[in-house]
């Protein structure tokens, strides 16, 4: 078993590195952050061709697909993907942040209560503009 350990050591490393690598991309959309996320997926899955040059594992290719098109192309499946994701991070402080920067990202609703006044009494006192001559 102390022969696999540091196997074990490093993909866990590189599954870190995977997890990172997709708070950065939900941090700046940037499309050379969504290709790093595929290509630490493909080294996860363990990219190599077998029967028919299909790869056996696909996990966390599919995964990450569904992760940056979820992030930069928010729908009603958003919501649903994001948690699946949140639910399978183990770190409870990745976790943390990486709710919390999905929360940033969207677009807050507009509150269905009373409109807000804009007008503090600013002008309280002052007659209407057309009285005055100029």
């Not at 866990?12 to 690598?21: G, V």
């Not at 966390?60 to 729908?75: D, G, M, V």
């Not at 183990?90 to 609703?109: C, G, S, T, V, Y």
Request: net charge positive.
């Amino acid at each position: 078993m102390s022969s696999n350990v540091p196997g074990m050591e490093r993909h866990a490393r590189t599954l870190r590195a995977w997890q990172l690598a997709i708070l950065r991309f939900a941090v700046t959309l940037d499309n050379a952050d969504r290709l790093a996320v595929l290509m630490i997926a493909a080294e996860l899955d363990g990219v190599s061709p077998k029967r028919d040059n299909k790869p056996e594992f696909s996990f966390f290719r599919k995964t990450s697909a569904e992760l940056c098109a979820a992030i930069s192309r928010p729908n009603e499946l958003t919501p649903t993907v994001l948690r699946q994701y949140l639910g399978r991070i183990d770190d409870d402080r990745l976790r943390r942040i990486f709710a919390a920067a999905m929360e940033a990202n969207q677009p807050k609703a507009p509150s269905a209560g009373k409109p807000v006044r804009r007008d503090n009494g600013l002008w309280k006192g002052l007659s209407p503009r057309g009285t005055h001559p100029l």
